[in-house]
């Protein structure tokens, strides 16, 4: 129980040390946001502080922080280090930065920041890239709260009934101007996310459960190893580069660079608590991880949660947090689909204020998106987890860039550079390992994973002392 309020205490403590200097090392000022500059009634609309912090809380708070803690728990208390550290260090200033960045250059996507940043060929690799994260991230949070929706209906409205009907609003979110659906839909789903968030913590808590203490051993009842395998697992809890792609689009609605910390850094650490929050709930709820880990093999993510929430808080409870859990990936998918249309309208050209230019590319999107519903759910998850890390990197190595270009001290950049080789390791390590990647021995591929980070931080250390020279 300690280690849970302390690592709650820890994020807390983070935002106002560590972010605070992060801020500093960006630099806001007062210059007029592209909200306002460019304003243009669909995806240019200023947004009140408290509006754009809870669309950017739902927009990355999709089921990510909810089965990625689940599954990493299974690691046992050691995966509370990775939230804690990973998220103040590495998640937090990840999002603050790609959003910051992004709003310098008029609400720019991840892919053409790094078009800007790190060079043509890497822009159109990472619009190619992105593209396909958007596309796996839109068809997880279709897929997964389908399921769960379906566990509560009758047996006519299954799984397939529900994703037409997410897909369906899928194309509204996608298409209408943002403050006309997500801007109005999004304050209402965030209280109910907080609100399930408070209901399993304080269920566990009252409900007398055990949470074990924070300790570095690896519990995995599989005896899968931390290294890299945790670090893929619990993405959206502790970094997450399906991030990058949401940031920019906030980055449009955001009044003041100085609101930038509650947004988008604020966030982050929001998401962070939810995660530590499942993460604790799960192993207390089951007892031990090897418990844990037999019932997301037998019932699936979703069926674990739905007996976590009706479980620890009963049936009222339990329609509560489920639908809190259902908002998530929901108001995550339609943002993942959303800016993959921002990023194909930036390749085309195609101005997105009429609506017949948006739905040309909505359409196919959304057409594409269907069709990958139909492959297994824990394909895609791995997948997507890995494609989610890696992007992560490139994103901090963006940022990286863009400091030693243009801050007042180009070390400055060592803040965004550390995480990046840290990633590094662990992206390259896992597909190196990984079934979906190359299968490689751990003997090998640990020492491959470390090579690759190190020679990106001596490319990086020879990029910043020659621009320091």
Known sequence: MISLLCSFAALFIGYFTYGKMVEKVFGPDDRKTP???????????????????????????????IFGALMGACFGPIVFLWIIFGSILGGAVHDYMIGMISERNEGRSIAELSGIYLGTAAGWGMR????????????????????LIARLTPEWMGVKFWIVVILIYYILATLLPIDKIIGKLYPVFGIVLITMAIGICAGTIIGGYHIPEISARNLHPDGLPVWPYMFITVACGAISGFHATQSPMISRCISSEREGRKVFYGAMLAESVIALTWAAGGVAFYGTTGGLSSALTQM??????????????????????????VACPITSGDTAFRSARLILSEITGLDQKPIKNRLFITIPLLGLGAVLTQLDFNVLWRYFSWSNQ???????????????????????????????????????????????????????????????AICTFILYLAILLRSAK
């Open 35 to 65: 909200a306002y500059r460019l304003q243009d009634g669909v995806d240019y609309v200023p947004l009140k502080t408290w509006k754009a912090f809870l669309v950017q809380l739902l927009n990355i708070a999709g089921t990510g922080p």
């Open 128 to 147: 190619l890239f992105s593209v396909l994260l958007l596309l796996l991230t839109g068809t997880v949070f279709v897929t997964s709260p389908a399921a």
């Open 300 to 325: 699936g993510q979703s069926g674990v949660v739905y007996d976590i929430s009706t479980g620890m808080l009963g049936t009222v409870g339990g329609i509560l947090a489920v639908v809190g859990v």
């Open 390 to 452: 890696t992007l992560a990197m490139i994103s901090l190595w963006v940022a990286s860039a863009y400091l030693i270009k243009n801050a007042d001290n180009q070390y400055k950049s060592l803040f965004t550079a550390m995480p990046a080789a840290f990633m590094s390791a662990v992206s390259m390590t896992y597909i190196l390992m990984a079934e979906e990647g190359f299968s490689i021995s751990m003997s090998l591929a640990y020492p491959v994973g470390i090579i690759f």
